[in-house]
């Protein structure tokens, strides 16, 4: 597509000034995205000691907001083909800011759990939007999403490291402040660097293939797998870190470690998604995600029976064989939904992943006060072998439009 030409699908015009607007925009959008997720698990034994909560309790404050995170991108991606990008993304960017001003704001548990689940609302819109046109404007769509999900990965780990930093300084306030400013700007730039004209998608006549139902229930259970594990070791690493790795950096504050250690791994999970992004356009997506999620298992597993130095080599390669599912799991999507569907696609997936997987730091919660922290990993590994049957039937099924 040429730089100033539109192209319709399913119902929506999508006209860019740039296709390089494209990454821009959706790539700053998926890092803020994560960022602002990550302040709050990272910050978790701050608020335990400020507010005298237990991890149950805090784990359910947690969940609040990720299970937001997933509930609003079914809605979204239905009326992604109605409203279109631009205007789910500014929606997006003002209503986060807005959840992150109540967080700022408050001076007790309920209005930050309030703040927090306004704030996964508000997120939940992202994905459907932004990797539908993705996955309408991009030739190599394995890479392009693989440098998309690069983004998202350093926002991972922006989030944690900023929060450590300012909790450090003496002002967690500040970690979702520079997200609120980011997220503001943000808007104005969408605003002014993306177009955006639809027509209803009943006047719309592209042929397409039909959505298999059967491959997309299969990759459905996949994104409940993934997302129930990340939802459980996202939240919790970094308070193991800040308990198990006595001796490491002990010129460091807890704080600051947990800030430090979990961007360190999130670092090393753009390394993942760039070699998911170039293995997916090259190999078939289905036994790579196969492969991805029997290997996620053990290293997971690992992180709960070990400290210091081997702990963090664990999540290192943890999450570098973790973080490479993202862009082969994306495309895959792309492969077995038809473009008029293909919003509603994203959203349904997301919603699984974060809303439904995002029940986990609840769970996680029970398990780490009534048991240990560290059996979360363990257990965390145990969530993931639903997914790697689901994909070995996936592998199995014949005649469906799958790499």
Known sequence: ?????????????????????????????????????????????????????????????ATIGSFMFGLGAIPAGIIEKYIGARTLLIIYQLGSAIGGIIII???????????????????????????????????????????????????????????????ELGSWRLSYLIWVLLQLGLAMASYIMISNNNSNVKDHKTTTFQTNKISLSLYYLMAIAFGFSFGGFSTYMPSLFGMQTEGIFSMFSGSLKTGFFTTLVFLCGILGQAIGGYLGDKFSRTRLLFIIILLNIPFLALMGFTKSWLLLLCSIVFGIVYFSNQPISNALLADITSNVHRGLGYGISFFLSFGIGGIAPAICGWIAETYTLEMVFPMMALSLLPGLMACLFLIKQKNVQIS
Do not use: C, W
Request: aromatic share 8%; proline share 4%.
């Open 1 to 61: 597509m040429s730089p100033s030409v539109g192209k319709a699908y399913g119902g929506a015009f999508y006209m860019f000034k740039d296709k390089n607007n494209i990454i821009f925009i959706t790539g700053l959008s998926h890092l803020i995205v994560h960022a602002q997720m990550m302040v709050f698990p990272t910050l978790l034994l701050l608020f335990q000691n400020e507010y005298q909560l237990g991890l149950d309790k805090l784990g359910l404050m």
């Open 105 to 167: 704001t408050a001076n007790a548990p309920l209005q930050i759990t309030i703040g927090l689940g306004i704030l996964g609302l508000s997120s939940s819109i992202y994905h459907p939007a932004g990797l539908t046109i993705l996955s309408r404007n991009l030739d190599s769509l394995s890479r392009g999403l693989g440098v998309h999900g690069i983004a998202g990965s350093l926002g991972l780990a922006l989030g944690p490291l900023f929060a450590g930093i300012t909790a």
